[in-house]
Protein backbone atom coordinates (compact mmCIF):
# COMPACT_ATOMS: atom_id res chain seq x y z
CA UNK A 1 0.00 0.00 0.00
CA UNK A 2 1.29 3.57 -0.61
CA UNK A 3 0.75 6.56 1.59
CA UNK A 4 0.40 10.31 1.15
CA UNK A 5 -0.15 12.23 4.73
CA UNK A 6 -1.29 16.01 4.20
CA UNK A 7 -2.56 18.10 6.73
CA UNK A 8 0.39 19.54 8.89
CA UNK A 9 1.11 22.65 8.93
CA UNK A 10 1.70 26.06 11.63
CA UNK A 11 -1.06 26.44 14.93
CA UNK A 12 -0.60 28.46 17.83
CA UNK A 13 -0.41 26.54 21.28
CA UNK A 14 -4.15 25.37 22.09
CA UNK A 15 -5.02 25.33 18.72
CA UNK A 16 -5.92 22.26 16.19
CA UNK A 17 -4.96 20.52 13.08
CA UNK A 18 -6.25 17.65 11.30
CA UNK A 19 -4.02 15.21 9.75
CA UNK A 20 -5.21 12.66 6.68
CA UNK A 21 -3.35 10.01 5.12
CA UNK A 22 -5.03 8.70 1.66
CA UNK A 23 -3.58 5.13 1.06
CA UNK A 24 -3.48 3.25 -2.35
CA UNK A 25 -3.35 -0.46 -3.45
CA UNK A 26 -5.44 -3.23 -1.82
CA UNK A 27 -6.25 -4.47 1.29
CA UNK A 28 -6.78 -1.35 2.30
CA UNK A 29 -9.36 -2.57 5.28
CA UNK A 30 -7.22 -4.87 6.42
CA UNK A 31 -4.50 -3.13 7.68
CA UNK A 32 -3.38 -1.58 10.62
CA UNK A 33 -2.89 1.80 10.29
CA UNK A 34 -0.74 3.84 12.34
CA UNK A 35 0.61 7.53 13.06
CA UNK A 36 4.13 8.51 14.43
CA UNK A 37 5.84 11.05 14.49
CA UNK A 38 9.31 12.70 14.68
CA UNK A 39 10.60 15.91 16.36
CA UNK A 40 13.88 17.30 15.62
CA UNK A 41 16.87 15.59 16.81
CA UNK A 42 14.40 12.92 18.55
CA UNK A 43 13.36 9.08 17.59
CA UNK A 44 10.53 8.65 15.61
CA UNK A 45 7.70 7.81 18.11
CA UNK A 46 3.97 6.06 17.52
CA UNK A 47 1.35 8.37 18.41
CA UNK A 48 -2.05 6.23 17.86
CA UNK A 49 -2.81 3.15 15.85
CA UNK A 50 -6.16 1.84 14.40
CA UNK A 51 -7.06 -1.42 13.94
CA UNK A 52 -9.14 -2.90 10.81
CA UNK A 53 -12.03 -3.38 13.05
CA UNK A 54 -11.69 0.31 14.84
CA UNK A 55 -10.05 -0.35 18.02
CA UNK A 56 -7.90 2.83 18.85
CA UNK A 57 -4.13 2.92 20.68
CA UNK A 58 -2.86 6.26 21.56
CA UNK A 59 0.90 7.12 23.18
CA UNK A 60 0.26 8.74 26.73
CA UNK A 61 1.41 12.17 25.30
CA UNK A 62 -1.74 11.68 22.96
CA UNK A 63 -4.52 10.22 25.35
CA UNK A 64 -7.59 13.01 25.41
CA UNK A 65 -6.11 15.39 22.62
CA UNK A 66 -5.84 13.35 19.81
CA UNK A 67 -7.98 11.03 17.82
CA UNK A 68 -7.02 8.79 15.05
CA UNK A 69 -10.10 7.59 12.83
CA UNK A 70 -10.69 5.90 9.51
CA UNK A 71 -13.05 5.96 6.54
CA UNK A 72 -12.53 2.02 4.92
CA UNK A 73 -14.61 3.83 1.85
CA UNK A 74 -12.29 6.43 1.36
CA UNK A 75 -9.06 4.56 2.20
CA UNK A 76 -7.73 7.31 4.28
CA UNK A 77 -7.30 7.82 8.00
CA UNK A 78 -6.90 10.98 10.12
CA UNK A 79 -5.37 12.18 13.17
CA UNK A 80 -7.61 15.09 14.82
CA UNK A 81 -5.09 16.91 17.01
CA UNK A 82 -7.22 19.16 19.60
CA UNK A 83 -4.74 21.12 22.31
CA UNK A 84 -1.74 21.12 20.22
CA UNK A 85 1.36 22.12 22.80
CA UNK A 86 4.92 22.93 21.41
CA UNK A 87 6.37 19.79 22.50
CA UNK A 88 3.78 18.34 19.74
CA UNK A 89 5.98 19.96 16.96
CA UNK A 90 7.37 16.96 14.78
CA UNK A 91 7.21 15.74 11.05
CA UNK A 92 3.84 13.36 11.21
CA UNK A 93 4.05 10.21 9.24
CA UNK A 94 1.20 7.79 8.60
CA UNK A 95 2.02 3.98 7.99
CA UNK A 96 0.74 0.89 7.62
CA UNK A 97 1.26 -2.48 9.25
CA UNK A 98 -0.49 -6.08 8.87
CA UNK A 99 -1.51 -6.89 12.70
CA UNK A 100 1.06 -6.39 15.26
CA UNK A 101 3.85 -6.69 12.96
CA UNK A 102 5.86 -3.62 12.39
CA UNK A 103 4.82 -1.12 9.61
CA UNK A 104 5.67 -1.66 6.28
CA UNK A 105 4.54 1.30 4.58
CA UNK A 106 5.30 4.77 4.80
CA UNK A 107 3.96 7.97 4.19
CA UNK A 108 6.27 10.42 3.26
CA UNK A 109 5.57 12.77 6.38
CA UNK A 110 3.72 15.50 7.21
CA UNK A 111 5.17 19.06 8.98
CA UNK A 112 3.15 20.34 12.24
CA UNK A 113 5.07 23.22 13.93
CA UNK A 114 3.21 24.61 17.20
CA UNK A 115 4.16 27.92 17.96
CA UNK A 116 3.98 28.92 21.78
Known amino acids: VQLQASGGGLVQAGGSLRLSCAASGKLFAVRTMHWYRQALEKQREPVAR???????NYANSAKGRFTISRDNAKNTIYLQMNSLKPEDAAVYYC???????????WGQGTLVTVSS
Open 50 to 56: ITPNGST
Open 95 to 105: AASIGTLAPDS
